[in-house]
């Protein structure tokens, strides 16, 4: 990780563009986070019409000049 990064602003940073690209294709999007600090087992829900999918962020930057790698599973 970069020097004056922690690894929760990673991590959100992760989720936030999670979210942007799931809003970009139409779903709803909400943080587990927002109301549980650092929910034990899934980051975000997303819903579409009768779709509804729990996911799992993992964020980390592995370079010094930012350039980080996001991943995330869907159940």
């Keep these: 990780m970069t020097q004056g990064k922690s690894a929760q602003?990673?991590?959100r940073i992760g989720?936030?563009?999670?979210e942007l690209e799931l809003t970009g294709r139409d779903w709803l999007v909400g943080n587990?986070?927002?109301n549980?600090?650092?929910?034990?087992?899934?980051?975000l829900f997303a819903v579409k019409k009768n779709n509804k999918k729990l996911i799992r962020v993992k964020a980390y930057s592995l370079f010094k000049n930012d350039h980080g790698t996001i991943q995330y599973a869907v159940k």
């Design 9 to 11: 602003s990673v991590g």
């Design 15 to 18: 989720e936030l563009s999670v």
């Design 32 to 34: 587990f986070n927002s």
């Design 36 to 43: 549980i600090q650092n929910a034990a087992v899934y980051d």
